[in-house]
C-alpha cells in the first residue's frame, strides 16, 4: 500500500488504483519509484526487522483504552489512537492508561556463515527492570516463568501418546499466536508445504481438528 492506494510494480509497467486520470498515476508511480530509489541507495544504512507483525483489530485495541478522548495520546480519540496503533504507526506508551503488557516477546536472527537468516529465536523479556533504570527509579519487578510452568508443559508433552517433536513445538507456539501457514514458514525458515505437514502432524497428536483447539491445549499448558 502507497498513500492508500493498490499499487504494483512489474519490470515494464506498474499499477495505481485508484485515480481520477492517467497523469495522476504516472504522477504517483513517479513518486513511488523515487521512494523506492532513495530506498535502495540507502540500503547499506538500513537496517532490516525481520520481526513479523500481526495486525490486531481496532475494536480490540479499543478494549485497553479509557475511552474518555482524554488527547493525551496526541489523537483526537481513542478510536483514532487504536486505529494508528493497528496500523503500527504509534506505540501502547503514547497512552498513559494501558497497564503494563502481562508478558513481552522478543525475536532474535540467526544468519549463517554468509549472513543469510536462517531462523529466529524467541526469548521472554521484560523490560520493566530496563525502563525503572532509566527513569532512575527502585522498580525491579520482573515476571519469569516459575519452574512449575517449563515442567507443566513438558510433562504434559511427554505425557502424549506421541510426544511433540521440538520442531512441532515450535511450529504450535507461532501458530497459538495466531499467525498463518505463510507467517510460521517465514518466522522459522521453512516451507509451507511443512509447517502444513507440522500442523496436521501437531493436530494428530494433541487429538484436536482445528488451529483454536491447538491453541487452546498450548495455553493450558503453558506453552504461550
Not at 478522548?69 to 504507526?89: K, W
Request: aromatic residues 4%; hydrophobic residues 40%; charged residues 20%.
Amino acid at each position: 500500500m502507497y498513500e492508500d492506494r493498490l499499487c504494483a510494480l512489474y519490470p515494464q509497467a506498474g499499477l495505481i488504483s485508484p485515480v481520477e486520470d492517467r497523469s495522476e498515476a504516472i504522477a504517483l508511480l513517479e513518486k513511488l519509484a523515487g521512494f523506492l530509489n532513495d530506498v535502495f541507495s540507502r540500503r547499506d544504512q538500513i537496517t532490516p526487522n525481520h520481526r513479523i507483525h500481526r495486525r490486531v483489530s481496532v475494536l480490540n485495541i479499543l478494549k485497553l483504552l479509557p475511552k474518555s478522548n482524554c488527547g493525551q495520546c496526541g489523537h483526537a480519540s481513542c478510536m483514532a489512537f487504536a486505529a494508528s496503533l493497528s496500523l503500527q504507526e504509534t506505540v501502547p506508551e503514547k497512552c498513559p492508561h494501558i497497564q503494563s503488557p502481562l508478558r513481552e516477546e522478543a525475536f532474535y536472527p540467526v544468519y549463517d556463515a554468509d549472513g543469510i537468516l536462517v531462523s529466529t529465536v524467541a526469548i521472554n523479556i521484560n523490560t520493566s527492570k530496563t525502563v525503572a533504570h532509566q527513569k532512575g527509579t527502585e522498580k525491579t519487578t520482573e515476571t519469569v516463568s516459575t519452574p512449575f510452568s517449563a515442567m507443566d508443559s513438558k510433562t504434559a508433552n511427554m505425557s502424549l501418546p506421541t510426544p511433540l517433536s521440538s520442531r512441532e513445538l515450535e511450529v504450535l507456539c507461532v501458530l497459538a499466536e495466531g499467525a498463518s501457514n505463510n507467517e510460521i514458514a517465514r518466522m522459522l525458515n521453512i516451507s509451507p508445504h511443512t509447517v502444513k505437514s507440522h500442523v496436521i502432524h501437531v493436530f494428530n497428536k494433541l487429538g484436536v481438528n482445528d488451529r483454536t483447539q491447538a491453541a487452546v491445549w498450548a495455553a493450558r499448558h503453558h506453552l504461550i
